[in-house]
């Protein structure tokens, strides 16, 4: 099993910056790599940006490049979502996933942390 822990959600004007972690303890070594997803309210969730476990080769959603950067900290276990240029439409629960192989859903979830940009 692996567990997953968010931090760093919260309230920013438009044009702000934030920046998330996730934390992942375990049984990391299985692990193929990691990513974040977002839910806005009334609406579906969705992907932003994935990592391979090795920290080599990152994808990001159409809607973020260019703002958003993740990166991996092979030391600490954790990988970091550094938001710039937030707008309001990135406000939505963030969610810290992870899994074990390349293809198929994630296997492993965090609970979520807000992230509120206002306009």
């Known amino acids: 099993q692996v567990q997953l822990a968010e931090s760093g959600g919260g309230l920013v004007q438009a044009g702000g910056s934030l920046r998330l972690s996730c934390a992942a303890s375990?049984?990391?070594?299985?692990?193929?790599?990691m990513g974040w997803f977002r839910q806005a309210p009334g609406k579906e969730r969705e992907f932003v940006a994935t990592?391979?476990?090795?920290?080599?080769?990152?994808d990001y959603a159409d809607s973020v490049k260019g703002r958003f950067t993740l990166s991996r900290d092979n030391a600490k276990n954790t990988v970091t979502l550094q938001m710039n240029s937030l707008k309001a439409e990135d406000t939505a629960v963030y969610y810290c996933?992870?899994?074990?192989?390349?293809?198929?859903?994630?296997?492993?979830w965090g609970q979520g942390t807000q992230v509120t940009v206002s306009s």
């Open positions: 375990g049984r990391t070594f299985s692990l193929y790599n």
């Open positions: 996933a992870a899994k074990n192989k390349p293809y198929g859903p994630y296997d492993y």
């Open positions: 990592v391979r476990w090795s920290g080599i080769g990152t």
